[in-house]
């Protein structure tokens, strides 16, 4: 299968190389639509602008202590995607039992809530005060009309529960009040925290949404082995993925992608095709297009913002440190949002079993008072509120390393959702373009909504017509998905071979 053909005069251009299919990103929705391309026999291009795939999915190394930028887990209910996550990694996924807790007030919560751990840490008074916040909230509907995290919260749960569970953990997380977050969020990411919930399940036994709580896939060298699987299966179908290949310029001609100019250390490069799929953050697509877009557009990207991100990885010198694979910090009193312990992962993430390696979370703004600490200080930092939380002593520290990641969270303030829309109906011009996953949609999914946007873009080329901006927690959940061949299937698979 040719990979690329030489191409002049696009553009302008001389000696500019072309392939049928670019994708811009090699994060889980980029590679998940190359291969899906080269299933079908369709040459494909992935540009990714870092020196190792995965974007915000990776796996990072250090003293052979491995640690995923926030945790990963493999779960989905969507079946075209759990399939091709078998067919691609095999016998390298593991079954990992969950133990997830809230830290709040010096006692630990389970996540999702049981019901006698929680009354057991409020005690009979505050226990009493939560039961009648929750009842007043169901009587009487505090607020009719929801536009904020904090109504949708308290519609739900009560004003009580809305502070111990909700209120200062998102507020770490987003840097901005919750009644300045949009109830969107809310409702597409608070899941399996139901106060009817929990009392039937302490009288009842749902083995069916026990084993789904309770139990996770997941890589047994971390989610990094994912997407390297997916980089290796799309090279070995003759498609190419190309590191350090940042895309500086998107051209274009009001309708149609033309070429795309690439900063590589080789140089810049001019690349064609005929269809282009990008994860780019939506923000930075938008400002890269040349010709520039109107005024009002350019204002509307800038009106987006998203949230980043610090990994404060910790290696203590003791085997055993607490059963959780993460642990959420609802404490005011330390600055750290949530602490993962690689080990209960996946033992082979630490390579010395007498050692735990732990990552430390900090949710920040590029340039603010977090993100410009120097990493000596983040470290410092990260081990003291780790001894004030309790978890282990200073001295058991014996290393550790920072990793940061920009734009790792779309921010759904109360403003995002029209300046998204200006952003959509612009795009939408552009008749070879589709934009996927988390950053390039600007929407909180998760990697396997991202995979499904990859995929549902890849039959657009192939000839169907699906709104990629339809894929949300909500469908991609309730709606059947089938892993079998479908005839549209079918079809796409002789239209692919007859190209």
């Not at 969950?98 to 049981?114: M, Q, V």
């Not at 697509?285 to 990994?311: K, M």
């Not at 003791?318 to 033992?347: C, E, M, T």
């Not at 949710?363 to 008072?369: E, I, P, Q, R, V």
């Amino acid at each position: 299968m040719p990979r690329f053909d030489s191409k002049s005069g696009v553009g302008g251009q001389k000696n500019m190389t072309s392939c049928p299919v670019v994708v811009i990103g090699a994060g889980p929705a980029g590679l998940t639509a190359a291969y899906e391309l080269v299933k079908m026999e369709t040459p494909v291009l992935v540009l990714e602008k870092d020196s190792q795939v995965g974007g915000i999915s990776r796996t990072e190394t250090y003293k052979g202590y491995k640690f995923d930028i926030g945790g990963h887990r493999f779960y989905t209910k969507v079946g075209e995607v759990e399939e091709l996550w078998h067919e691609v990694l095999g016998s390298d996924f593991i079954e990992v039992d969950r133990l997830s807790r809230i830290y709040y007030g010096g006692k630990y919560y389970h996540y999702p809530i049981r019901l006698w751990n929680t009354l057991s840490n409020l005690g009979p008074v505050e226990s009493v005060r939560v039961l009648v916040s929750y009842l007043k909230a169901k009587i009487r509907t505090p607020f009719p009309r929801e536009a904020s995290l904090e109504e949708w919260v308290i519609n739900r749960f009560g004003e009580r529960l809305y502070k111990m569970f909700f209120k200062t953990y998102t507020e770490k997380v987003w840097g901005i009040p919750c009644n300045e977050i949009r109830a969107d969020w809310a409702a597409q990411r608070i899941k399996d925290l139901s106060l009817k919930r929990a009392v039937l399940n302490a009288f009842t036994k749902n083995s069916e949404a026990t084993s789904l709580i309770e139990r996770f896939r997941y890589p047994i060298h971390g989610p990094g082995m994912m997407w390297e699987r997916f980089r290796q299966r799309v090279e070995d179908g003759g498609g190419e993925v190309r590191l350090n290949a940042s895309v500086e310029t998107v051209h274009h001609d009001n309708e149609h992608v033309t070429y795309v100019t690439v900063k590589t250390p080789g140089g810049h490069k001019q690349i064609a095709a005929d269809h282009f799929v990008t994860s780019m953050p939506i923000t930075q697509l938008i400002t890269r297009l040349s010709p520039a877009p109107p005024e009002h557009v350019l204002e509307a990207a800038e009106g987006l913002s998203y949230r980043d991100f610090i990994v404060v990885a910790l290696i203590c010198d003791r085997a055993h440190l607490f059963p959780d694979n993460w642990i959420y910090v609802h404490s005011p009193d330390v600055r750290v949002g949530r602490i993962q312990n690689f080990k209960n992962w996946s033992q082979k993430m630490v390579p010395d079993a007498s050692k735990t390696c732990l990552g430390m979370e900090y949710f920040c703004t590029l340039g603010d008072d977090l993100w410009t600490l120097s990493d000596a200080e983040l470290q410092k930092l990260a081990t003291r509120e780790l001894a004030n939380i309790g978890l282990a002593r200073q001295e058991e520290i014996v290393d550790g390393v920072v990793m940061r990641q920009r734009m790792a969270y779309p921010v759904y303030d109360e403003e995002y959702k029209q300046h998204l829309q200006v952003l959509r109906q612009y795009l939408d011009r552009f008749q070879n373009l589709s934009t996927v996953g988390r950053a390039g949609m600007h929407r909180y999914n998760n990697q396997d909504h991202s995979m499904l946007t990859a995929m549902l873009a890849v039959k657009n080329i192939m000839g169907e017509e699906h709104d990629l901006w339809n894929v949300n927690v909500e469908r991609s959940y309730h709606e059947q998905f089938t892993i079998s061949e479908t005839k549209t299937a079918k079809a796409i698979r002789l239209v692919a071979n007859a190209a």
